[in-house]
């Protein structure tokens, strides 16, 4: 579950880390008053307007501006607050239909009051899987793209892994202040910020911290000026306080239909749509489907309890998706009988109507002699098989028809 910069502020701050102030507006009058309730505590008129929405990026998309004096951020608040925002990380891309913006966040301007003296870094955590341990990467290089950075300055990006089971050692947030080139007070308070953040990181069950910029102002203050925060759905129920911050609003309506339906659910850009029951089924059933010359359109896990309602949700979850051009339906019948499944996708084909799109069924397990025979003599337009590469076959095949 991502949440809003802002948010992850929040966030951040509960936790003691150095953050931008700023407060999150829904209105060009509310963005007024914003400005006027900062510009008591600064030293400066200019303040920053941030559009709101789940993607990076958002100032190559005009999404982020300086305000100099109340009157202009009138302006730039009525421009910003309803546009359809692009970036390179919106649905599509810079040619995509971009992302609405309802939201925007005035922030103090923290470069000031010398601009030259101010230094940009960046620093995120994550979980390295291969390494099974957390990792802080980081760089001298802030405000950019990291990818480009490591990818041409390789050098220029470090990276320090942490035991989960140890936590963050008190040397190794030393040994990243002084990596990134820092002495005196800052190098003090950056160490302290990488404690804060990775408490944060760790307390709040994130998958992802990113901080970029993380800002040494000219006062040797070190802030997190923008933060992107990811953190395990899984972990949701311990925090009822954070999955209340869910915005449905940024995230995929197939998604969310998903959820509310019960369905582990992840869209991909294939070709064949997926219907399995466990997530290691899935797993081979997408890699049979690319070993068949296709590719997967979907991660879709109707669960052990697979009745009727269920399969038909899911079928229609799939159907959503246009580049579909099959269907696959891979069950085995443990917990769950094969010919429940299989009357299931029958009630469903004939309830959704006017499918035009192949689909395969294998169906092992429990009366899965059973279903096979609902299945051939249902009179639909239904393939069924019963070893895995027969399903692979057809698969193909289909397939073929489109090229």
Not at 13 to 30: C, D, L
Not at 275 to 289: E, Q
Not at 320 to 347: E, H, S, Y
Not at 358 to 371: E, F, K, M, Y
């Amino acid at each position: 579950m991502n949440l809003h910069e802002y948010q992850g502020k929040e966030l951040l701050k509960s936790y003691g880390v150095a953050i931008q102030r700023g407060i999150v507006v829904t209105s060009v009058a509310e963005a007024k008053q914003a400005y006027l309730d900062l510009k008591k505590s600064t030293r400066t008129n200019f303040t920053v307007i941030k559009a709101q929405i789940h993607a990076g990026g958002r100032g190559k998309g005009g999404g982020v501006k300086l305000a100099k004096d109340d009157q202009q951020l009138e302006e730039i608040a009525g421009k910003i607050l309803g546009m359809m925002l692009k970036t390179p990380q919106t649905p599509g891309g810079m040619e995509g239909p971009g992302k609405l913006v309802k939201k925007i966040l005035i922030a103090e301007d923290v470069y000031a009051p010398d601009f030259d003296a101010c230094k940009e870094y960046y620093i995120s955590i994550l979980t390295d899987r291969e390494t099974q341990r957390n990792v802080i990467i980081y760089s001298t290089e802030g405000g950019m793209d990291i990818e480009a950075v490591a990818e041409h300055t390789p050098h220029l990006v470090h990276k320090e892994y942490v035991d989960p089971a140890q936590g963050l050692m008190a040397f190794q947030s030393r040994k990243i202040a002084f990596n990134l080139g820092l002495s005196g007070p800052a190098f003090k308070e950056m160490s302290k910020f990488v404690t804060s953040l990775y408490k944060a990181f760790v307390g709040s069950d994130a998958t992802l911290f990113e901080i970029n910029p993380c800002l040494k102002t000219s006062e040797d203050h070190i802030l997190a000026v923008d933060c992107k925060v990811s953190l395990d759905e899984n972990a949701l129920y311990r925090h009822p306080d954070l999955e209340a911050m869910r915005d449905i609003d940024e995230e995929d309506p197939t998604d969310v239909e998903a959820k509310n339906f019960g369905l582990n659910y992840v869209n991909l850009d294939g070709n064949v749509g997926c219907m399995v029951n466990g997530a290691g089924l899935a797993m081979a059933t997408m890699d049979i489907i690319k070993l068949s010359g296709g590719e997967p359109a979907n991660f879709l896990d109707v669960g052990g309890t697979a009745d009727a309602d269920r399969v038909e949700k899911a079928f229609r979850i799939i159907l959503k998706d246009p580049k579909v051009k099959a269907i696959l339906i891979n069950i085995f019948g443990g917990i769950v009988r094969c010919d429940r499944v299989a009357n299931g996708v029958v009630q469903a084909y004939n309830n959704i109507g006017n499918i035009h799109i192949p689909i395969i069924v294998r169906l092992q397990g429990t009366n899965a002699d059973i279903a096979k025979k609902i299945i051939d003599e249902s009179g639909l337009s239904v393939r069924s098989a019963i070893e895995l590469g027969e399903a692979a076959a057809i698969v193909s095949e289909v397939l073929k028809q489109w090229d």
